[in-house]
Each structure stands twice: as C-alpha cells, then as structure tokens.
C-alpha cells in the first residue's frame, strides 16, 4: 500500500499547516474579541474535550466502518469548524463550535483523524521500517505546522493592507476550513478499509498493557494542557508584550526544531530503545520549560523554549511506534484510540486551570505545573516499562 503511504504523508502535511497557524491565531482572535485569560482556557479545554470523545467514537467505529469514509467525514467537520467559528463572537456559541470542531489548541496532533491515520499506516508497512515511517509522518507534520507558524503573521500584513484586525483574523480562519477540504480531496485518493469488525471490535490480549499506557499517557497529557501552545503563546503576549508577528517567527523555528529531532528520535530508538529515547529526551525538556517560567529575561526565555521545543517531541513518533508493536494488528486502531482519548480528555481539563493560574502574580505558574508533572510521569513509564520490548529490540 506504497500509495497509500504518501497520500496519508501528504494529508497530514495540510493539516499541520492548518494547525500551525490556528494554535496562535486562535488565542489571539479570542483576545481580540475581549475574552481573558480564564475564558481562553475554558475554549481550549472544550476543544479538545470534544476531540477526545469524537476520537473514542472513532476508535472503536473503525473496525466496522470504512477508515477511508472516516478520514472524509473528519476533513469535513475540519472545513466546518473553519467556517462557523468565526461567525460567533459570543463565548458559549465559540465554546461549542471549539467542542464539536477539530482545531487543535495544543502542538500535538490530536482529534478523529489520528487513529486512523496510524492503523493505516502500521499496516503498510513491516516491523522493521515501522519506527522510521512514524519518524516520517511525524516530521512532514512538524514542518508543515512550522509554515503554518510563520503563516500566523498574516494578519498583520492584512492589516497594514486596510483590512480589520478582526477581518483579518476571519480570513486565517476561512483559510483553515481550505485545509480541511484540501484533506478531504486527499482522502479520496485512498483505498477502501475495513477492519474485521469480530476479531477488531475491541481489545483482546493487548488490554492490561494499553490500559496502563493510557494511563500513564494520560498523566503526561494532563501536565502538557498546562503549556499547550496557545496558552504558551498567550504567556508571551501577556508577560512580555510580545508582538504576533513576533511570536510567528518563534513558533516557526521552535516547531521546525521539533520537527528535525523526529528522525533523530526514530535513530536514537534503534540504539537505545523505544521507551529509553521517550524519558531521556523528555525529562530535559520539561527541565528547560520549568527554567523558563522563572526568566525575566525574554532572550532567555525564548532560547530555553526553543531547546525544550528541540527535545519534546521526540516521543511522538517513538509512542506511537510502540504502542502499534506492542499489540496485535487486529487491535492497532482500537488501541491508538483508547490510548490517545484519555491523553486528550486529561489534556482538557488543564487548560482552564492554567488559564486561572496564568491570571495569578506569576504568570509562569502553568509552566512549573506542566513540567514537573512531566517529570513524574517519564520516570513511571521507564519503572513500568523497561521491560516490555517490541518486535525489532527482542
């Protein structure tokens, strides 16, 4: 299914793109509009509570539906979110758009979309090339959400050409429902397919250890709502006036770090192993933005933001690697959804409560959360699963 391989690598280079620029333009239209802080975290959370039970219905479709019917209907809702959204500027109405919606206020690739794409592509390809591929898939997503981060400087050039502030905003936002409708003429070029609904239907021989790498994912995805990118972005314009053009041009390059560590990630795992490249690239990082929330010092800041950004996303493509090795095929896309819906479920309930604690005389306090938690939680996956190797490292 080589075809296939490239169609899904290019879907999920449009949809980065989207991501890119929405997960700033997002906090910034929401100010503009008049919401604060708090109201900002109540947004982000409803976005991704409602991507968290959109995934799980998904997960568990999947093996009756046909996956190639349900990458359509995600690009749909995506194109959709894109264009209701900025058609409402009362907080309930945008609550409820962001829940049923699919923007993603964090730099991570979550929502309905995401399960699909990994069952398919775990079986195309072997054991042996499965890590590399994810490293792949992972990085074309990265570059194209750094694009998208440069792109988030769009509104002040539409300005500076007459356009509103808000008005220009709007067109960001139309511009993201594009990108769905670019994704759903992608996913036409895929193949029909359809799990075996007996033997898929549910977990089977996997369950006890996807239930604790759900729960542990969960712990890891609770702490980052506390620095989702948004709420990141948000931190910077707040305590130190940072301009969006600015904060487009850092988001680029901390998104582009990112996005070249993934086939490092993907080379360290032949060496060291799965589980040992997710802690020992993750417990700097969090070090780093720990450090961060205590600068006063924005050249500072920004330098220990870009190292994290350098060195938290080494455990996407190394996750998702392992969780698809350490099930059977049969289970893949009922195991990426059980465990990505209670990282995204913890991942939403964050979000508001940092955006309290961002409203607190310090306003790093979020940053010190998330990353202590993280700590916690890399050195409970080395205890629980040192041990517990995939096909390639036996």
């Not at 879907?11 to 008049?34: E, H, K, N, Q, W």
């Not at 982000?44 to 999947?62: E, K, M, N, R």
């Not at 086939?263 to 780093?288: D, E, K, Q, Y």
């Not at 095929?329 to 913890?346: D, G, H, I, Q």
Request: net charge positive.
């Amino acid at each position: 299914m080589p075809s296939a391989v490239g169609v899904l690598f290019a879907a999920r280079a449009v949809r980065g793109f989207g991501d890119g620029f929405a997960l700033i333009i997002l906090p910034a239209y929401l100010s503009a509009i008049g919401f604060g802080a708090a109201e900002i975290g109540i947004v982000a959370t409803s976005a991704l509570l409602g991507s968290a039970l959109t995934t799980l219905a998904v997960g568990f479709l999947a093996p009756r539906l046909d996956m190639r019917s349900l990458m359509l209907l995600g690009a749909i809702l995506m194109a959709a979110t894109g264009l209701f959204l900025p058609g409402f500027e009362h907080f309930v109405f945008i609550a409820v758009v962001a829940f049923i919606g699919t923007m993603n206020p964090s730099a991570g690739d979550i929502g309905m979309l995401v399960p699909l794409e990994h069952a398919m592509l775990a079986r195309a390809v072997a054991d042996a090339a499965r890590t590399r591929t994810f490293a792949r898939y992972s990085l074309i997503g990265a570059l194209a959400s750094a694009v998208g981060a440069l792109a988030a400087a769009t509104p002040d050039l539409l300005v500076s050409a007459g356009m509103t502030r808000i008005g220009a905003f709007r067109a960001m936002f139309y511009l993201y429902a594009a990108c769905g409708l670019a994704s759903a003429a992608l996913y036409r070029r895929l193949p029909h397919a359809q799990g075996d609904a007996a033997r898929s239907a549910a977990l089977g021989p996997s369950r006890g250890v996807v239930y604790k790498l759900a729960a542990l994912f969960s712990l890891d995805a609770f702490a980052g709502g506390f620095a989702v990118q948004a709420l990141v972005a948000l931190w910077l314009f707040v305590r130190f006036d940072l301009s969006i053009a600015t904060a487009s041009v850092f988001f680029f390059w901390a998104t582009l770090l990112g996005a070249f560590s993934l086939p490092v990630a993907a080379w360290l795992a032949n060496r060291i192993g799965l589980v040992n490249t997710m802690v020992f690239t993750h417990i700097p990082s969090s070090i780093c933005l720990i450090l961060a929330a205590f600068s006063s010092d924005l050249v500072l800041v920004l330098a220990l933001l870009l190292m994290r950004a350098a060195l938290s996303q080494m455990d996407v493509p190394t996750r998702t690697s392992y969780v698809m090795a350490v099930v059977t095929p049969p289970e893949r896309a009922a195991a990426a959804s059980v465990t990505a819906v209670p990282r995204t479920l913890a991942s939403s309930v964050s979000p508001a409560v940092a955006g309290v604690l961002m409203s607190t005389p310090f306003t790093g306090l979020p940053l010190v959360v998330c990353g202590c938690l993280k700590i916690v939680y890399d050195l409970a996956l080395l205890l629980m699963f040192r041990k517990v190797r995939p096909p390639e490292e036996r």
